[in-house]
């Protein structure tokens, strides 16, 4: 898709530093990395959102994820752990509009974490949990929105 810098890196007129590829994916590394080692795994075809990756496509991000993930363990770098990490929407924190799995190795004290909202940590009562539960359950009764 013109305009897309990841179309762009697929068609290879844009540099990245791939270290993967194949019919359904590319994996390449985060140019602005959170931490080092920080890859992007990426749908060879232009798919802007979650909901738009048909089911291969996405079990090829996830299992290459996985492979780069052991990769990354094997590699030498700094890595101790690994995060997935899928932004899907601007409120969610997307900023390249196709999709892309973020696979990031992590390790004490490599300064990146999740920041939670003060309320975090008290419990919530059950029939707060069975309300959102009821209302999960009631979408997933009707056909998916397209
Ligand atoms: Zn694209």
């Known amino acids: 898709m013109a305009g897309c810098v990841f179309c762009e890196i697929i068609a290879g007129v844009t540099p990245a530093s791939?270290?993967?590829?194949?019919?359904?994916v590319i994996a390449?590394?985060?140019?602005?990395?959170?931490v080092e080692g920080h890859l992007l795994v990426v749908p060879n075809q232009h798919i802007s959102g979650l909901a738009d990756i048909p089911p291969s496509v996405g079990a090829g991000m996830f299992s290459i994820g996985q492979r780069m993930a052991?990769?990354?363990?094997?590699?030498g770098l700094p890595c101790a752990g690994?995060?997935?990490?899928?932004?899907?929407?601007?409120?969610?924190?997307?900023?390249v509009?196709?999709?892309?799995?973020?696979?990031?190795?992590?390790?004490?004290?490599?300064?990146?974490?999740?920041?939670?909202p003060p309320r975090y940590g008290h419990r919530q009562a059950q029939d707060a949990?069975?309300?959102?539960?009821?209302?999960?359950?009631?979408?997933?009764?009707?056909?998916?929105?397209?």
Not at 28 to 34: A, E, G, S
Not at 130 to 144: D, G, M, V
């Open 70 to 75: 052991s990769a990354l363990r094997h590699s």
């Open 28 to 34: 390449f590394m985060d140019i602005r990395p959170l």
């Open 129 to 146: 949990l069975e309300h959102q539960a009821e209302k999960i359950r009631e979408a997933l009764s009707r056909p998916p929105a397209q």
């Open 18 to 24: 791939v270290v993967y590829r194949d019919d359904l």
């Open 97 to 116: 509009f196709h999709a892309h799995l973020h696979v990031i190795p992590r390790h004490p004290g490599d300064g990146f974490g999740l920041r939670f």
């Open 82 to 95: 690994i995060n997935f990490f899928l932004a899907d929407g601007e409120a969610a924190g997307q900023t």
